[in-house]
């Protein structure tokens, strides 16, 4: 089954493959280190420090407010939660001790 004549219209001057997955950055000049985001701004897993994954459910509207929290400031949800469990669980045994 072929294009037809409205078809190869359409499809001839598109653009080649080559041009499709072209970089669209410009690589950083060797030698130069790219520039690297704030560190109060860093997401994801701290490097050089081991990690178990977690799984959990939480309510609904627990949910939303967690995702509008983390919104809000940029960052993501885990970190939010990674922040508040060791807020949290600082408190707890400091309230053990004393």
């Known amino acids: 089954m072929g294009l037809g ?3 190869k219209k359409r499809v001839s001057g598109t653009a080649k493959v080559e041009d499709l997955f072209r970089p669209t950055a410009e690589d950083s000049p060797e030698g130069q280190p790219l520039p690297q985001r704030d560190e ?3 997401i994801g897993r ?3 420090e081991t990690t178990k ?8 509207e627990l949910n939303r ?3 509008r929290y983390a919104f809000e ?3 993501s949800e885990v970190e ?3 922040l508040a469990l060791e807020e949290y669980l600082d408190r ?3 309230a053990l001790l004393s």
């Open 5 to 7: 004549e409205k078809g």
């Open 40 to 42: 109060a701004k860093k």
């Open 46 to 48: 701290p490097k050089g």
């Open 53 to 60: 994954a977690k799984t959990f459910s939480l309510p609904l």
């Open 65 to 67: 407010r967690l995702r």
């Open 73 to 75: 400031r940029e960052c």
């Open 80 to 82: 939010v939660v990674r």
């Open 92 to 94: 707890a045994e400091k």
